[in-house]
C-alpha cells in the first residue's frame, strides 16, 4: 500500500462491504423480503427449499397480467449481445453521441477542462463527477432545447488530482499527509459533487451542444440550503453554522433524483454518512447518538477526509461531528443530521436556494418518484433506503394536489409511510407518524420532527419489511403499477438458497412491483409480486415465467424508468469488485435493458464501457432523444496500473485519457421513439 493511499479504517473496508453500499445498520428483528417470499410460497403449498422456487409460484398470481395480443410490439429494436468492451454498444440503427463528461465547462469564466489540472474554484464552474440521476426539463415544450439537471453522486479522486499520477492510489484512496489534506484538493472534491443544470440544445448537424445560459449553474456540497417541513428549527440541526436550525450547506452523494408535477429537480442524498466523522468515545468504544450510529457516520477518518484540508477552514471543519464544543450551536455534532434527504432545486431559477424537503424522511435515499398527480388528490411519492435489509417509503400530502398553485410546500406536511409486504401477497403502508405504530415519547420518539431525524428507527420499530438494497423506483403510466429494483444483497445466508438454483447469495437482484388498493397511490394497502429475479440464464425468472435468455440477462437492477409509451428501462450496477468475473461474468459490461411490463419480454439495448455502471435515463417530450449516464468509468483500475498510466478505460476521449463520466445522446438514424 502507497504512502499515498489512505488506510482509514472506513466502513468500505469491513467484510461484505459492496461498493456503493452503506455499512449494514438494520438490527431491528423485522422479516426480510426473502422471509416473506419463502412464507408466502409456504402458504401456497409450494415446495419451499429456495428462492427461484418460490417466486415460480407468485408469478401469474399477483399483479402479473398474462400476455395480451397487441396492436404493435413495444419493443422494435435489435437486442444485442452483452459485451466487455472499452465502448458503448447500441442495436443497429441507433446512433450515439457523448455530451457534456465530467469537467466541461458550464458557467462563470467558463475554464476549460484540463485532466486533473483545473484549480477547485474551476471545477466549481465544471461538470462534476461520476454522473448519475438526470432530468430533460423543455423550454418551451421543446424536444430540441432545454435544461438538463444531473447528480453527480461521488468522485474518484485518483482521477481528479493530475498531481497524484504515478502513485499506487486505489479507486477511493485520498492522499493525506501529516493527517492534514491539500485544502485546494478538498476544494476541488466537494465543487465535483453536487448538481449540474445546464441548458442544452440540438444543433444543425443533429449532435447536441452544452450552451452557455444565465440559467446554467452548479450546487456543491458547499452551496447554502434550507431546510423546510417538520425537522426546520428543530434542536437536531442547530449548527455553529445555523444556531436555529433552519440552514446547512450543500448536498452529497447524489443518486437518483425525481421530478415534481410542478416541474422542480429533487436530487437525493444517498451514502452521505460516511463522508462525517464522529471520534467520540467511552470506555475506549465510539460513542454515537442515534442519529449517527443508525446510519453509519464514520468513527475515525471520514470518506474522503475532508476534515482534515490543512486550512482548518470552517467549510472543512464541519465534516468532523465530534463533539467539542460547550453546546450544539458551538460545534458540528449535528451536522451529518443535516444530511439524508431529498434536496428541492428550481432549474429555471438560478438564484433559486435548495430547500431540503425533510418530511420526506432522512435515510440513503436513492431517489424520489411521484405517482401522476390528480387535482383534488394528495400529492404521492416514493424513495427506497439503498443499504442491505432497509426499507421502502412513501409520502402523502395532507393537501391535494393543484395544478395553479402546486409547490414543494405540499411536501412539507403530510405522512410518511415504510412498506410491509405480507406473505400472501398484500401489503400495509405503517405510518411513522407521532402516536402510531408505537412511535411515542415513552418508546423514544419525541416527535415528529424526532421520527424523521430517525426515519429508519421509527421504520424498524413500525415493523417494515427489510429488503434487498432498494434502489430505483418507477410507476407505469398505463396501470399505475409501482416498480422497485431491489439491486442485490450478498448478505442473505445459506440457509436461504435453493439447492436447485443455487444462489449462496443474492448476487443478481430483483424487482418488486405492487398495485395500490382502489387504485389510488394515497391508499395504505396494496398487493405486490416480482416482476423478475435476475441473474443468468440458469438462475433467472422473468415475468412471463421462464428464465432470462442470452438477449435479456442481466444482474443488480439500479436504474428503472418507464418511458411515457409504457416500456419500463433497467439499468445494472454490478460492483467494480465484481464485474467482470465469477457469476456475474457472463454479464459483461453494466448495461441497460428495456422491458415490455405487458408480455415480460426483455430486450438488452445498450452495453457500457469498461468500469462504468449504466445509471440515469429520460427523454425528450417527444421520444426521439435519450439521455443516459455512464458513470465512474475505468474504476477497476489497479492500484499498481494506475500508478503505471494504464487505465482500464480511457472512455470517452480515447487514447491514454482519463476516464470521465459522460452523458450519452442516443437517437435513431431514422429519427424515430427511441426503444420502438
Ligand atoms: Fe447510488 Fe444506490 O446507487
Ligand atoms: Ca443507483
Ligand atoms: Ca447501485
Redesign the pocket.
Known sequence: MSAYENDYPDHTRTPGYTH?DEPPCNRSANPTLYDVIDARASRRGILVGGLATAVGGLFGAGAAAPAKAQAKPLLGFKAITVSEADSVVVPEGYRVQVLAPWGTPISGTMPAFRAGANSGAEQGMQVGMHHDGIHFFPIGGSSTDGLVAMNHEYVEARFLHATWRGKEMRESGVRVENDRRDADEVLKEINAHGVSVFRARRGATGDWEVVQDPRNRRITAATPMTFSGPVRGSRHVVTKYSPDGTRTRGTINN?AHGNTPWNTYMTAEENWAGYFRNTDRQDQKPNHPREHARYGVATERSRYAWELAASGADEFVRFDASTRGAGPAEDYRNEPNGFGWMVEIDPFDPNSVPVKRTHLGRFAHEGVVFAPAVPGKPVVCYSGD?ARFEYIYKFVSARPYDPATASGALLDEGTLYAAKFNADGTGEWLALAPGHNGLTPANGFADLADILVNTRLAADRAGATKLD?P?WGTVDPRTGEVYFAL?NNTSRTEAQVDPVNPRARNQFGQIVRWTESRGEHAATTFRWDLFVVAGDVGTSRGANGRALAADSIFA?P?GLWFDAEGRLWIQT?MGESEMNRGDLKPMGNNQMLAADPRTGEIRRFLVGPKGQ?I?GVITTPDGRTMFVNVQHPGATTSPADFAAGKYVSNWPDGGAAVPRSATLVITRADGGVIGA
Do not use: L, N, S, V
Request: glycine fraction near 10%.
Open positions: 456503493g443518486c439503498d438494497r434502489e439491486t443488480c439500479d450496477d455502471e445509471t
